[in-house]
Antibody
Framework: QLQLQESGPGLVKPSETLSLACTVSDDSINTNNYYWGWIRQPPGKGLEWIAT???????YYNPSLKSRVTISIDTSKKQFFLRLTSVTAADTAVYFC?????????????????WGQGTLVTVSS | DIQMTQSPSTLSASVGDRVTITCRAS??????LAWLQQKPGRAPRLLIYKASNLESGVPSRFSGSGSGTEFTLTISSLQPDDFATYYCQQYYSYWTFGQGTKVEIK
């Protein structure tokens, strides 16, 4: 059973950088059959996609966050990462990592099929 | 950007009720839609993908339908474990979520 586990500081100061890691329990990160994403959920609110990265290294970002976000991957460590700069209180949220299915034949990016449990990051001085 | 709009935002129902949630996309997304269930303090759980395909392990009382811009999630007979918030999510162009529908006990 695949497990995704987020890790990183639970408290970040305003204007600083939020950095999170997601550790993947199996070898699916080393195949081209999946992609990897970050999604967040402010307290009491809905879900917001942040960023996606593929095995190839291609990345896609939510336009509303693009100027502040970097997603990266280290397949040798079975991890992928999120970096969000210049954070404010509006970035306080539970941050989820997730795996998505990539259809190599059609090159379609399909649904997210597995999610991490999430980690709460609070932005406060 | 593709916007996803769910209705209703909140739904009060009883055990055994048939429940339907609607999701509308701001432009056609073909069948590239998933439905997720989320309980408080938990990660979302995939229920339905490609509009109507039931994820492995999900009870058959859940079903999805639709294509283009209009989609529905139906729970044929609501069970106590089904009280949760449900989200639709498109993956036709990037990824966006509906605002959620909370199914609460009547």
């Amino acid at each position: 059973q695949l497990q995704l586990q987020e890790s990183g500081p639970g408290l970040v100061k305003p204007s600083e950088t939020l950095s999170l890691a997601c550790t993947v329990s199996d070898d699916s990160i080393n195949t081209n059959n999946y992609y990897w994403g970050w999604i967040r959920q402010p307290p009491g609110k809905g879900l917001e996609w942040i960023a996606t990265i593929y095995y190839s290294g291609n990345t896609y970002y939510n336009p509303s966050l693009k100027s502040r976000v970097t997603i990266s991957i280290d397949t040798s460590k079975k991890q992928f990462f999120l970096r969000l700069t210049s954070v404010t209180a509006a970035d306080t949220a539970v941050y989820f990592c997730a795996r998505g299915i990539y259809d190599v034949l059609t090159t379609y990016s399909l649904h997210f099929d597995n999610w991490g449990q999430g980690t709460l990051v609070t932005v406060s001085s | 950007d593709i916007q996803m709009t769910q209705s209703p935002s909140t739904l009060s129902a009883s055990v055994g009720d048939r429940v339907t949630i609607t999701c509308r996309a701001s432009q056609s997304i073909n069948v590239w839609l998933a439905w997720l269930q989320q309980k408080p303090g938990r990660a979302p759980r995939l229920l339905i993908y490609k509009a109507s395909n039931l994820e492995s392990g999900v009870p058959s009382r859940f079903s999805g339908s639709g294509s283009g811009t209009e989609f529905t999630l139906t729970i044929s007979s609501l069970q106590p474990d089904d009280f949760a918030t449900y989200y639709c999510q498109q993956y036709y162009s990037y990824w966006t979520f509906g605002q959620g529908t909370k199914v609460e006990i009547k």
